[in-house]
């Protein structure tokens, strides 16, 4: 099976990072390990509300799956720096399946009760393993900041920020 693009004719099959990653080929018979990844390649910005939303606020921070037949899982996963500067935020990332305002699965989290100003940089890890999917499905990276006090900074690039899916197509 193949998944045509918006434009007539057109197949997508992403090997390399960037944004809206997509595979748009599925095989019935003779399945392959398919390994697709994605993030921001902006360097940082600051998000300070308490509220789910792409990363970066851009809804191409994605991965598009594609799937024949609903009888196998997919493993998801969503790592992020950020740099949590207030003593009292806490700082969210999450997998968006088929969503831009709510994540599934596990969230990564970081909480930080600082005596005194400063700041530190943590790794976020979200991870999400699907129950089986049929057809076309968008994974998006989700960031959210819980009582935002200061200036949180979230990283992208693909040393600081990768989402990534694993199965069989």
Not at 40 to 65: E, F, G, I, K, Q
Not at 109 to 138: D, E, I, M, W
């Amino acid at each position: 099976m193949i998944y045509i693009d918006s434009a007539a004719g057109q197949v997508t099959c992403h090997r390399s990072y960037g944004q809206s990653r997509k595979w748009g080929v599925w095989n019935a018979y003779n399945r392959q390990p398919t390994y697709l990844k994605a993030g921001d390649p902006t360097s940082s910005w600051a998000y300070n509300t308490n509220a789910w939303r792409p990363s970066n606020n851009n809804a191409n921070n994605s991965l598009t799956v594609f799937c024949g037949l609903a009888e196998q899982t997919f493993d998801f996963y969503f790592l992020q720096l950020a740099n949590n500067e207030s003593s009292t935020s806490t700082l969210l990332t999450g997998i968006g399946v088929n969503s831009t305002t709510g994540p599934s699965g596990y969230i990564g989290f970081c909480s930080l009760h600082l005596a005194s100003g400063g700041g530190v940089t943590l790794q976020r890890v979200a991870r999400y393993k699907s129950p089986p999917l049929l057809g076309v499905n968008v994974i998006t990276a989700l960031e959210n900041t819980q009582a935002a006090a200061g200036s949180e900074t979230y990283n992208g690039t693909e040393s600081s920020m990768l989402l990534s899916a694993d199965w069989n197509a």
